[in-house]
């Protein structure tokens, strides 16, 4: 009996869960494929998501998919563990040893494969910055958005029980689209636990500071965008600081090299993304931020069983155009393009090039508006463009769910808004 062709996936992000899903459902039942996810946690929630979360206007549990009952009805198998390195000779993926709290529930584990897939994502990029790893929040995963939404709810419950004078100072570093959307929903937040009788900090009071080091808030996007998004903050209150890069943080404050500092309850870091540092261990060419170089056929240059997608990897399909950004879009259409590349490898056929199109960008600015543009050109805004916002969730729920469960998700969501509180309260 021939052996079967070991597909090995690794991180279960938007692109990562969307590839092993379509790779499942296409030809997991064959028995001389054998299709692994691997991934640090055991639930999957889509990352745009993580700023609602961390501002508490969305309950992230009623958003997650659990791998392993996941796995069960789509044809591959999951496995718990957090990638430490690739033995590339040996054709093996090495898991650092499964820790939970204080106990070890498994050593290191090495899983073989013949095709190899990383979508391990990125995390913050603090280019060093004193202090910002001590004194800042992150949000690069829902871990992290949960401890923010913890250390939010505890100020209002704190001033609940002691109602305070001072205001609360949240300051956000990097008006990228993560900054700028967590400004506009922590706005929102504050009029929300006024409204359920937090009212020990009264809403006037919650001052947000966003700080940004370029000419303009949403750098990557078109300047009509960021105008749009700019004067919606304005009219949140939001204070927005435009060319001031911080020099260093400490427990209280934010300090600019210009000589300007910001008194801070709360500091989040969305200034920038990199790798993760486990690609260091790769032995794979890599660009400046730790991105695993890739062809057009998204395999590594340096071995074509490797295959990098996402914000993991450098891929410029065309010479003389800009290396791909980390996007969500970015990631899903490479995801749809692997499950063609794959299968063409199964079958030694050529592997196609990816060519990514650009749909657009839209910018959440709380519940009921957002900004952005679509197809280059088509300026949207307000609720048109926060229902266009959802969509795209819908869309990569309908990729992993399927429609029948997606339009039912989205039922319950429609229905069950006036059920539960409009921020969380625990």
């Given at each position: 009996m021939a052996q079967k062709h070991r597909i090995v996936i690794v991180g279960g992000g938007a692109g990562g869960l969307e590839l092993a899903t379509q790779l499942g459902q296409r030809i997991g039942k064959k028995r001389h494929i054998q299709i692994t996810l691997v991934d640090a946690t055991l639930t999957h929630i889509w990352k745009?998501?993580?700023?609602?979360?961390?501002?508490?206007?969305?309950?992230?549990?009623?958003?997650?998919i659990n791998y392993f009952a996941h796995a069960k009805k789509n044809h591959y198998k999951?496995?718990?563990?957090?990638?430490?390195?690739?033995?590339?000779?040996?054709?093996?993926?090495?898991?650092?040893?499964?820790?939970?709290?204080?106990?070890?529930?498994?050593?290191?584990?090495?899983?073989?494969?013949?095709?190899?897939?990383?979508?391990?994502?990125?995390?913050?990029?603090?280019?060093?910055?004193?202090?910002?790893?001590?004194?800042?929040?992150?949000?690069?995963?829902?871990?992290?958005?949960?401890i923010f939404q913890r250390d939010l709810l505890n100020l209002y419950l704190q001033a609940h029980a002691q109602p305070r004078e001072k205001p609360l100072n949240i300051t956000i570093i990097g008006a990228g689209a993560t900054g700028v959307e967590l400004a506009a929903e922590l706005y929102q937040a504050a009029q929300d636990f006024h409204h359920y009788g937090l009212d020990g900090i009264d809403p006037s009071k919650v001052k947000i500071n966003v700080i940004e080091a370029?000419?303009?808030?949403?750098?990557?996007?078109?300047?009509?965008?960021?105008?749009?998004?700019?004067?919606?903050?304005?009219?949140?209150?939001?204070?927005?600081?435009?060319q001031h890069?911080?020099?260093?943080?400490?427990?209280?404050?934010?300090?600019?090299?210009?000589?300007?500092?910001?008194?801070?309850?709360?500091?989040?870091?969305?200034?920038?993304?990199?790798?993760?540092?486990?690609?260091?261990?790769?032995?794979?060419?890599?660009?400046?931020?730790?991105?695993?170089?890739?062809?057009?056929?998204?395999?590594?240059?340096?071995?074509?069983?490797?295959f990098a997608f996402g914000d993991c990897a450098h891929c410029q399909p065309v010479a003389k155009q800009p290396v791909l950004a980390p996007r969500a879009q970015v990631a899903s259409q490479q995801a749809a393009f692997l499950i063609d590349a794959i299968t063409a490898r199964l079958k030694d056929k050529p592997l196609p090039m990816f060519k990514f199109t650009d749909r657009g960008s839209l910018v959440s600015l709380t519940q009921n508006t957002a900004i952005g543009e679509l197809l280059g050109n088509i300026h949207v805004e307000g609720l048109m463009a926060k229902t266009m916002y959802h969509s795209l969730y819908r869309v990569h729920q309908a990729a992993v769910l399927g429609y029948t469960r997606t339009s039912l998700r989205a039922a319950r969501d429609l229905f069950g808004k006036g059920t539960t509180p409009l921020i969380k309260l625990h």
């Open positions: 745009p998501l993580l700023h609602e979360i961390a501002a508490g206007t969305l309950n992230g549990a009623s958003e997650e999951f496995q718990l563990g957090s990638l430490q390195d690739i033995d590339r000779e040996n054709q093996e993926i090495i898991l650092a040893p499964l820790v939970q709290g204080e106990i070890q529930l498994a050593d290191q584990r090495r899983i073989a494969y013949d095709t190899l897939v990383i979508a391990i994502g990125s995390t913050s990029n603090d280019f060093g910055t004193p202090g910002a790893k001590e004194n800042c929040h992150f949000l690069d995963n829902r871990a992290q958005a949960d370029a000419e303009r808030i949403l750098p990557a996007l078109s300047e009509k965008v960021a105008t749009g998004a700019l004067q919606q903050l304005h009219k949140y209150g939001v204070h927005v600081y435009t890069k911080v020099e260093k943080i400490d427990a209280e404050r934010v300090y600019c090299q210009d000589g300007k500092t910001f008194d801070s309850n709360l500091k989040v870091w969305a200034a920038g993304i990199k790798a993760p540092a486990v690609t260091q261990n790769f032995g794979l060419s890599l660009d400046r931020i730790g991105r695993i170089k890739v062809y057009a056929t998204l395999q590594s240059i340096d071995d074509p069983k490797i």
